[in-house]
Nanobody, 121 residues
Framework: QVQLVESGGGLVQPGGSLRLSCAAS????????MGWYRQTPGKQRELVAG???????DYADSVKGRFTISRDNAKNTVYLQMNSLKPEDTAVYYC???????????????WGQGTQVTVSS
């Protein structure tokens, strides 16, 4: 069974930094795109950043220049380095990965359980 396990959320003051991690575990063939989404109460989940298996990245305009996504393919792990955090970054952050369990199956999106990030003084 494939699982995505997140860590690294918490409470931080405005201007501070946090690093989120998400590791994929279980039996699978390979991982394509990995990404981070966030959601606040009453709003739709939004893409924060994504990274392809080759390392190409994409960011929401609201986090460009402050957040950096990276991945370690050997560890099946994706990271989100968040700097210069603002109160409006407060949300539950979810890890996402498109995973193929065997060579002959299509990719399936998997989600982590979510980790709370709170930016407040």
């Amino acid at each position: 069974q494939v699982q995505l396990v997140e860590s690294g959320g918490g409470l931080v003051q405005p201007g501070g930094s946090l690093r989120l991690s998400c590791a994929a575990s279980g039996r699978f063939f390979n991982i394509a795109t990995m990404g981070w989404y966030r959601q606040t109460p009453g709003k739709q989940r939004e893409l924060v950043a994504g990274i392809s298996s080759g390392g190409s990245t994409d960011y929401a305009d609201s986090v460009k220049g402050r957040f950096t996504i990276s991945r370690d393919n050997a560890k099946n792990t994706v990271y989100l380095q968040m700097n210069s955090l603002k109160p409006e970054d407060t949300a539950v952050y979810y890890c996402n990965a498109d995973i193929r369990q065997t060579l002959y199956l299509s990719y399936t999106p998997y989600w982590g359980q979510g980790t709370q990030v709170t930016v407040s003084s």
